[in-house]
């Protein structure tokens, strides 16, 4: 068993930067390609970014590219989000999530009925 715990949001301005964890206790980290999601009031969830499971390969979204960077340290057993150049429009809980498949999905990494294992959510709020 797998648990995920995300960590690291809070309260930063426009402009500003955050980075957030994602620590991962049970089973073998380096076994799952990971993603961070995330999620406003009363919008769907939607895709923030993926990586593969040695942490080679990764895929954004349009409205982070180039803002966000989505790294992982297995030896740590910890995903992180690194993000820069903060807007309103940022502003949702992040969760991070785990697909077991063995090839990493690449651009197919958005949709989120892939991830078996979710982790608790993180509050990121961005003021203007």
């Known amino acids: 068993q797998v648990e995920l715990v995300a960590s690291g949001g809070g309260l930063v301005q426009a402009g500003g930067s955050l980075r957030l964890s994602c620590a991962a206790s049970g089973g073998t980290f380096s076994s799952y390609q990971m993603a961070w999601f995330r999620q406003a009031p009363e919008k769907e969830r939607e895709f923030v970014a993926s990586?593969?499971?040695?942490?080679?390969?990764?895929y954004y979204a349009d409205s982070v590219e180039g803002r966000f960077t989505i790294s992982r340290d297995n030896a740590k057993n910890t995903l992180y989000l690194q993000m820069n150049n903060l807007n309103s429009e940022d502003t949702a809980v992040y969760s991070c999530?785990?697909?077991?498949?063995?090839?990493?999905?690449?651009?197919?990494?958005?949709?989120?009925?892939?991830?078996?294992?979710w982790g608790q959510g993180t509050q990121v709020t961005v003021s203007s």
């Open positions: 990586i593969s499971k040695l942490g080679s390969r990764a």
């Open positions: 999530a785990a697909d077991l498949a063995p090839v990493y999905r690449g651009s197919y990494s958005t949709s989120s009925f892939y991830y078996t294992l």
